[in-house]
């Protein structure tokens, strides 16, 4: 094990990008991340070698985080933490975790702690480093704002519904159904036995046309209350339009009755 | 609503440490770690930091990160309600706005829920609750830990019958222990010694567990009746556990935790 040195600074970016890919970012967000940041250390990176090859590199900084009024404490908050894969299982995060603890005693850290996945909390960072998760009240609100994400949902959605069996008679044609949401360009989702795709609208008459709010899209992960609460309000504000609902629900009918 | 202006970062960390101060686990803002965490940062500009002033004050401020996550959101938590639901709503549709501008395909919030006006706004704008990533901590340095709890507290400290406490402590599956035996001296003033080489020590009350049950007795909010039901923690002699719960009570973090996303790493 070693402590950053600026030739290591090409093996580390590569090992990162092995572990988390190229979307983990490039040099300049690295530096700003680590070496260029105030009071950066050169041992709060660490990366482990075999054979004078760098495999796994560590990332730490340390911080004063506060517990409550007059409480504040230093907390070495860790994380990039990488290991080519051919030298995974040979418990590296272990002994990378006992070789720097008491350094960090030294430095004056009380706590030690990590962002991570659940996976990756209960495999880990509670298995191997004791790590407990505490209260938080913190929660990610997640909206989609472009019609590329918007259609990449809609998609998943429909390749989700056309597969269900009832699906599979239903789309023995093509069913197009144009989604007109508020604040997005309108679009067509056209599904088929074999495939759902999601495009922006065409000039063709689609089979089922749904005009609705953004939110109505999202009632489906709401409480059975809210959601039910959203879809009436939606309705009763008139913000929900639908054409060709008959003539579909009639396809569905005798969809039904052929059997399989 | 305006874009930052070089001048104000003071007024803008003075109100984030002012939304931040109900929990735990946030980094106190000065002028410098604002300036590396959010201005700095690789892909933000200017324009990405939103403002909103009135009267020359700053009521709200938000930034934007380059992948659409929202890195910090404060607005003054003393304006009024109807004030403060309408303040909210314009800072989401600006950064909404940005977001759209820069061709973002989302935006991420990573917010207190426990700010009910907060939490309704972007629910109602069609927001998805999500469950945030794991924030985990193990406790390094035990008798540091105690020491600065003991000593914050120490006004709150309860009148005991017992003027010390020692902890018999083991690793748990935490990987590295610094003292296996601390003792915790009340009188005549609070302190926290590492006895872990004496054999010797006061016996009038003392707790065995594991750094893990220790973590999650002083920070996690994880009652001592809980630890003593689950055999985590032994406390001796028997009659000692009313006194050692009242300490412990007093020294325990009880705030709710709340990790702004400029904080994450």
């Known amino acids: 094990m070693r402590d ?36 950066f250390s050169p041992s709060d990176v660490v990366v482990c070698a075999a054979a004078d090859r760098p495999i796994a590199c560590f990332h730490l900084t340390i911080r004063t985080i506060r517990l409550a009024p007059g409480v504040e404490i230093r907390c070495s908050v860790e994380g990039d933490f990488a290991i080519e894969p051919d030298a995974r299982g040979a418990g590296i995060p272990q002994k990378a975790y006992r070789y720097v603890s008491p350094r960090l005693v ?23 480093f004791g790590h407990r998760m505490p209260p938080t009240v913190t929660a990610q609100y997640r909206k989609i704002l472009s019609d590329r994400a918007l259609h990449g949902k809609l998609q998943e959605f429909g390749e989700a519904a056309r597969v269900h069996p009832w699906s599979q008679r239903f789309l023995r044609s093509p069913l197009t159904v144009r989604l007109k949401v508020e604040g997005f360009q309108p679009c067509d989702l056209v599904l088929t036995a074999t495939a759902a795709s999601c495009t922006p609208s065409g000039t063709g008459r689609p089979d089922l046309t749904i005009k609705m709010p953004y939110v109505l899209l999202t009632a489906a992960r709401l409480s059975p209350f809210r959601a039910m609460l959203t879809v009436l309000e939606s309705m009763i504000c008139g913000r929900v339009r639908t054409a060709g609902l008959i003539r579909v629900m009639f396809r569905g009918l005798r969809a039904r009755r052929s059997g399989p | 609503m305006r874009a930052y202006r070089p001048g104000d970062e003071g007024a803008i960390v003075e109100l984030s440490n002012r939304c931040l101060a109900p929990f735990a686990g946030w980094v106190p803002r000065t002028v410098d770690y604002w300036r590396w965490s959010t201005l700095q940062r690789p892909g933000i500009g200017p324009l990405d930091i939103l403002l909103l002033e009135s009267g020359g004050k700053i009521l709200g401020y938000a930034a934007l990160g380059r992948d659409g996550s929202v890195l910090d959101f404060c607005v003054d938590p003393e304006q009024p309600v109807r004030g403060r639901r309408s303040l909210i709503k314009q800072l989401i549709g600006a950064l909404e706005e940005r977001a759209r501008a820069l061709q973002y395909d989302g935006l991420t919030f990573s917010e207190p829920a426990s700010d009910r006006l907060l939490d309704e706004a972007l629910r109602a704008s069609g927001y998805l609750v999500e469950l945030p990533h794991c924030f985990s901590l193990g406790v390094l340095n035990p008798q540091a830990l105690l020491q600065q709890l003991l000593l914050a507290r120490r006004a709150e400290l309860p009148r005991l019958e017992i003027s010390s406490l020692v902890l018999e402590l083991s690793p748990g599956a935490y990987p590295f222990l610094l003292s296996s035996r601390l003792l915790l001296q009340l009188e005549p003033q609070p302190q926290v010694r590492d006895i872990s080489d004496s054999t010797d020590y006061p016996q009038e009350c003392v707790l065995r567990l594991d750094l893990c049950a ?10 001592v009746d809980s630890l003593l039901r689950q055999s985590q923690l032994e406390i001796r002699p028997v009659s000692r556990v009313p006194e050692a719960r009242k300490l412990l009570d007093v020294l325990a973090v009880r705030a709710r935790w709340h990790i702004p996303r400029s904080d994450g790493f």
């Open chain 1, 106 to 128: 030294s430095r004056g850290v009380v706590v030690r702690a990590g962002f991570s996945s659940r996976d990756l909390f209960e495999h880990v960072y509670k298995s191997k």
């Open chain 2, 214 to 223: 220790l973590t999650e007795l002083l920070l996690c909010g994880v009652t």
């Open chain 1, 4 to 39: 950053y040195a600026a030739d290591l600074e090409p093996h580390i970016l590569k090992i990162l990008h092995a572990s988390f890919g190229a979307k983990w970012g490039d040099a300049e967000f690295w530096r700003w991340k680590h070496s260029s940041r105030p009071g």
